[in-house]
C-alpha cells in the first residue's frame, strides 16, 4: 500500500527524522494562506502516488502568494501524468506547500527488503535528488548497500560507516546514522515494504532534513496497522484494482484486450505467458483462489467485464477446492447480471469438470471449450 508525501512525513517526525515546515491544502485559497505563513515563498506539491512529478509540471517553486494561487488553480482537481503515470495521470486533490530550504547538498536514503539476500538492506548514495536508477546506470559504485541481519537489528557501526560513506562532518554524520536508525524503527514497527528520503538535504547551516518521503507498506500486515491503513488514498488507484482488493482477489490490470480468469498464482502467470505466445495480449492477471465461492467468481468476472479494453476472455480453471461447477455458475451469473456477450474460451480440468461443462453448456453463453492450454489459446487468439 502506498500513502502520499505528507502521510509518509507525518511517520517520519514520529520517528524523529528532520522535515521541513509544511501544511497540506486542497483549495487555491488555502494554498495562498499557507504560502503567506511561510513568509511568501514556498515550495508547492501535488499529492500523488506517483514519482518524477516534477517532471509532470506537479512540483512548483512561488515567490508569492499571487503566484501560488495560480499554480494551484491550475492543478487542483486535475490529473498528473508523469513518467511513472499511465496516460490518464492521477488525480490531484491536495497539495504540499512547504519552506523553502537552503540546498547545500543532495543525498539518496531509503530501506527497502532485498529479495536475493532475503534480508532488510540500508541503501545510501552521495546523489539524491534524482531517480536512483539513473544514479545506478551511470555509476553503480555510488549506492552503497547495507544488509541487515533481522535478529541483530540495524547496529550502531552500520550506521556510522554508511553515514561515513556520505562525506559528511563528524557531528553531520551522526544526525545521518540517527536518521538512518529511526528510519529502520519505521520500517520495522509498520511492516514497511519501502521507506526512502530523496533527497536527504544538507543545508548551509550543516542542518540535514528530509524535503521529501515515501513509505510503502506490506499489504499482508496491513492488518496489524489499521491506522496505517486509514492512511490509504483509494482515488489513486486504478478503480478495477480497487474493487478487486475489496473483493479479495489477487487482481493486476495489464494493457491488452484478453480479459483472464484462473485460479492459483502459478497458473495464472502461465497463462498470460501462452496467450503472448499467440500473438494475443493479456488486459489482467487475475487470481480467484482455491477457495472461491460462486459468488467470488461472479464478482472476478464482473471486475474483468467491466474493463473496456476487454473484448474476449480466457478462462483457465483446475478444479480442487473450488469446484468446476461452482465456478461455472459464477460465470453464467456475472454474465446474466452485466448482460455482456462477450466471447470466452475455457479450459476445465479437476472436480465437477463435466458437470461444469454441462452447465455453461446449456447456459447459452457464447462459449468455447479447450482440454490444453495450447488449445485455449489458439482459440482465445481466433474467437471473435
Known amino acids: 500500500m502506498k500513502i502520499h508525501e505528507y502521510q509518509a512525513k507525518g511517520l517520519f517526525a514520529r520517528f524523529d527524522i528532520p522535515i521541513p515546515r509544511g501544511e497540506v491544502t486542497t483549495t487555491p485559497e488555502a494554498t495562498v494562506q499557507a504560502v503567506s505563513n511561510l513568509g511568501g515563498c514556498a515550495v508547492i506539491k501535488a499529492q500523488v502516488h506517483a514519482g518524477a512529478r516534477g517532471k509532470g509540471g506537479g512540483t512548483k517553486v512561488v515567490q508569492s502568494p499571487e503566484e501560488a494561487r495560480e499554480f494551484a488553480t491550475g492543478l487542483l482537481s486535475t490529473n498528473l501524468v508523469t513518467p511513472q503515470t499511465d496516460s490518464h495521470g492521477l488525480p490531484v486533490s491536495r497539495l504540499l506547500v512547504e519552506e523553502l530550504v537552503d540546498i547545500s547538498r543532495e543525498h539518496y536514503m531509503a530501506i527497502t527488503v532485498d529479495r536475493t539476500r532475503c534480508t532488510p538492506v540500508v541503501l545510501v548514495s552521495r546523489f539524491g535528488g534524482i531517480d536512483i536508477e539513473e544514479v545506478a546506470s551511470f555509476d553503480p559504485t555510488a549506492i552503497h548497500v547495507e544488509p541487515i541481519d533481522p535478529v ?24 545521518a546514522a540517527q536518521i538512518m536508525s529511526g528510519l529502520y524503527q519505521l520500517f520495522v514497527q509498520q511492516d514497511c515494504s519501502l521507506v526512502e528520503i530523496n533527497p536527504l538535504v544538507l543545508t548551509a547551516s550543516g542542518q540535514l532534513i528530509a524535503v521529501d518521503a515515501k513509505a510503502d507498506f506490506d499489504d499482508d500486515a496491513l492488518f496489524r496497522h489499521p491506522g496505517i491503513l486509514d492512511l490509504a488514498d483509494r482515488s489513486q488507484e486504478n478503480g478495477l484494482e480497487a474493487a478487486a482488493a475489496a473483493l479479495d482477489v489477487a487482481y493486476v490490470k495489464l494493457d491488452g484486450n484478453v480479459g483472464c480468469l484462473v485460479n492459483g498464482a502459478g497458473l495464472a502467470m502461465a497463462t498470460l505467458d501462452m496467450i503472448s505466445t499467440v500473438g494475443a495480449s493479456p488486459a489482467n492477471f487475475l487470481d480467484v483462489g482455491g477457495g472461491a465461492s460462486a459468488e467470488k467468481v461472479a464478482g472476478a468476472v464482473g471486475i474483468i467485464l467491466s474493463d473496456p479494453d476487454v473484448d474476449r476472455m480466457l478462462v483457465n480453471i483446475f478444479g480442487g477446492i473450488l469446484r468446476c461447477d461452482m465456478a461455472a455458475r459464477g460465470i453464467i451469473q456475472s454474465y446474466r447480471e452485466t448482460g455482456s456477450t462477450l466471447p470466452f474460451v475455457i479450459r476445465m480440468l479437476g472436480t465437477n469438470v463435466e458437470e461444469g461443462k454441462t452447465i455453461l453448456r446449456e447456459s447459452g453463453l457464447k462459449v468455447t471449450f479447450a482440454e490444453t492450454m495450447s488449445e485455449a489459446v489458439k482459440a482465445i487468439s481466433e474467437v471473435s
Do not use: I, N, V
Open 152 to 175: 541483530l537489528g540495524f547496529l550502531p557501526y552500520q550506521a556510522r560507516r554508511l553515514a561515513a560513506l556520505l562525506d559528511l562532518e563528524r557531528e553531520t554524520a551522526a544526525t
